[in-house]
């Protein structure tokens, strides 16, 4: 496959390793998803939400990066097992509620973004954005949640948001620290 894309169309290895990567990374992630999807079978629906809402804050902001696809794995399913399954049990009150909520608004705004090692840095201009596109989701839940009632929905993201923020928190402390 390498020689029929460098012979036929000109590409760099360079490019096609970059083509092999993005190959990689897609049959990863959407086995890690199908995993998952099984898993909760039961409640696709209220899965599907809370991969939606991680997947926009993971893109804005980062997060905790693995070294292996089995590590990557496990950490994913216990992080939506938490979320979906467990979490939502403990009930924060309405009161409690809007001061985390404000807590991870900042929290994301000041920590985020955290990219992978593998990644190149962030450009400023990048980084405005991932930021300010974090704080505008995590303020349009709170908005929602303000004005919806409360529904099978409503915890998990908002316990989504909770965890994505405290592993944020981990993972840029994590990064610090190598950088040391």
Known sequence: MKEFLKSNYGFSDYQVAQLSHLGKTLLSEFSKLLFMGICFYDILDVY???????????????GYHCKTYL??????FL???LCIRFLPLIHIPTGLRFPLLFL???INYC???VTSDVHVPLSEERIKKGRLRALIIILLFFIISSII??????PICFWIIVVHTLQLIFAKIRKKGEQT
Do not use: E, Q, W
């Open 149 to 154: 009632p409360d529904n099978k929905y409503m």
């Open 111 to 113: 920590f985020g973004p």
């Open 79 to 81: 992080y939506m097992l």
């Open 104 to 106: 991870c608004m900042i």
């Open 48 to 62: 599907a939400v809370a991969v939606g809402i991680l997947l926009l804050l993971r893109t804005s902001t980062g």
């Open 71 to 76: 590590t990557c794995l496990l950490s994913s």
